[in-house]
């Protein structure tokens, strides 16, 4: 766990709002023992796990692709290569939804944007030894335009079941 307790009351506090602001189908789902707090979404977020990304094409068309992510100081982290699609659409539109689900046990599920870490970024760092523990390997050595981001929420919600 990376996330201090400053972090840790702001991801509850926007867990707090979204859920607040969502519409009575997501609370009648997310709600009692099966939604999850701050503290069970940073305990089951741990090491990496596929998310689903949707971007935006030019024409408004939402695209999803499966990416790492890693949950890192209440955020997720993600990368691909800068010749995708996806990057296209990140550069042009940074506005994402993602979201990792795991059966009926987990989910998470966040809007917000995309922020692509660069040299100088606070947060690249530390992403990058964060990758490099997991794959044995720094990312930015995978390709020759490897990008990193953090997808900075705006709205979150974690759903549990319980066993």
């Known amino acids: 766990m990376k996330e201090t307790e400053k972090e840790m ?5 926007l867990m707090d709002a979204s859920h607040a602001g969502g519409t009575p189908h997501l ?3 997310v709600s009692g023992e099966h939604r999850l707090t701050a503290q069970q979404v940073v305990d089951l977020m ?15 068309e939402p695209r999803v692709s499966a990416v790492d992510g890693h949950f890192l100081h209440g955020r997720w982290t993600f990368g691909t290569d800068g010749r995708s699609a996806k990057a296209r659409h ?3 539109r940074p506005a994402v939804s993602a979201a990792h ?7 998470v599920f966040v809007h917000g944007h995309a922020r692509m870490l660069t040299a100088g970024d606070a947060d690249l760092e530390e992403t990058v030894a964060h990758w490099a523990a997991h794959y044995g390997s720094d990312p930015r050595t995978w390709g020759e335009d490897v990008r990193l ?15």
Not at 54 to 59: D, G, H, K, L, P
Not at 101 to 107: C, K, L, P, S
């Open 9 to 13: 009351a702001a991801l509850q506090r």
């Open 27 to 29: 609370k009648e789902i």
């Open 46 to 60: 741990t090491g990496m796990k596929v998310l689903s990304l949707a971007t935006v094409t030019a024409r408004g």
């Open 90 to 92: 990140l550069a042009a």
């Open 101 to 107: 689900v795991d059966g009926e046990r987990v989910g």
């Open 149 to 163: 981001y953090v997808l900075e929420p705006t709205w979150m919600v974690g759903y549990g079941n319980p066993e």
